[in-house]
């Protein structure tokens, strides 16, 4: 099933992205619209961290594409986190970027 976005009388598809309940539960309640997710899939930064894989807007997003796609003035720091056949898990808003870089391998031997 595809993403479908309509905005007025034109009608936005990504056909490789679709939205778990979950997702569009925790979308409705920190006021992510279908739009901002679509915005956010197609021009935010991807970040594979903690297995999984991030979709982030922030200020370098903002700055490249702001231009080209007015919306994304109001996006910092919206995220996606995306499983690898392209459903969205879940979406929320955090301007600190820092939480998804990856951890560093620490290997811990049990002896």
């Known amino acids: 099933m595809a993403f479908?976005?309509?905005?007025?009388d034109r009608l936005f598809v990504v056909p490789e992205l679709t939205n778990s309940q979950h997702a569009q539960?925790?979308?409705g309640q920190r006021g992510i619209?279908?739009?901002?997710?679509?915005?956010?899939?197609?021009?935010g930064r991807v970040i594979h961290s903690r297995r999984a894989v991030y979709h982030?807007?922030?200020?370098k997003e903002i700055k490249k594409y702001g231009g080209i796609v007015?919306?994304?003035?109001?996006?910092?720091g919206?995220?996606?986190?995306?499983?690898?056949?392209?459903?969205?898990?879940?979406?929320?808003k955090n301007k600190d970027l820092r939480k998804v870089?990856?951890?560093?391998?620490?290997?811990?031997?049990l002896h």
């Open 25 to 27: 539960i925790r979308e």
């Open 4 to 8: 479908i976005v309509k905005e007025q």
């Open 70 to 76: 007015p919306e994304l003035k109001n996006m910092n």
């Open 101 to 109: 870089r990856p951890y560093k391998h620490s290997h811990k031997h």
């Open 33 to 43: 619209s279908k739009k901002q997710v679509m915005l956010a899939y197609q021009y």
């Open 56 to 59: 982030v807007i922030g200020n």
């Open 78 to 92: 919206v995220q996606l986190v995306v499983s690898a056949n392209g459903t969205v898990l879940t979406a929320f």
